[in-house]
């Protein structure tokens, strides 16, 4: 479902610019994503506020900051006052954990069925996060879970959280 004005507990889609943004462009397209629109992905907070995987670490910052980049809040259908309640604080509970670039390669290897034994406790690790991964794993711990197509915890990308909840047809 598409939000026009961002409610807590909404995800919000955005292209991230620079050097950063084209080479997550490039992890997502070895992931089989393309060169999707969408290469960011955040929680929406109370106070006109978010949180999102950042280089240096899962921060708190002022919705504002997108206010020049075409956003795309979504969130799954019906969602009450309580589930958006845990969705914020369950994703505040990943403040500072790490981002991890290497997760877009872990994430291509898997895409690419190569025999790394390691590969999936790797992603399911939560001592390191990607944007998307801090989005599912916040609706995940609010007992909320997004995908239910067999795929690995942490398997997921700022364009499979679009493809699953947003109108394609926009």
């Known amino acids: 479902m598409i939000h026009r004005t961002p409610q807590p507990g909404d995800i919000g889609l955005t292209s991230i610019t620079g050097l950063v943004g084209r080479l997550i462009r490039i992890g997502q397209w070895l992931n089989g994503d393309g060169f999707g629109r969408y290469q960011h992905a955040f929680v929406v907070l109370p106070g006109g506020l978010l949180i999102e995987a950042m280089p240096g670490g ?23 006052p309580a589930q958006r309640k845990a969705i914020v604080d369950c994703a505040l509970k990943y403040r500072g954990v790490p981002y991890s670039f290497a997760d877009y390669a872990a994430l291509a290897a898997h895409r690419l069925h190569l025999p790394l034994p390691f590969l999936r406790s790797y992603v399911q690790a939560s001592h390191h996060l990607i944007c998307s991964q801090l989005v599912d794993r916040a609706y995940l711990d609010a007992g909320i879970q997004l995908f239910d197509d067999g795929r690995w915890e942490g398997y997921v990308t700022p364009m499979d959280l679009y493809n699953l909840l947003a109108d394609n047809t926009r």
Do not use: M, N
């Open 58 to 80: 899962a921060t708190v910052r002022p919705l504002s900051e997108y206010d020049d980049r075409d956003v795309l809040y979504v969130s799954p259908a019906g969602l009450t």
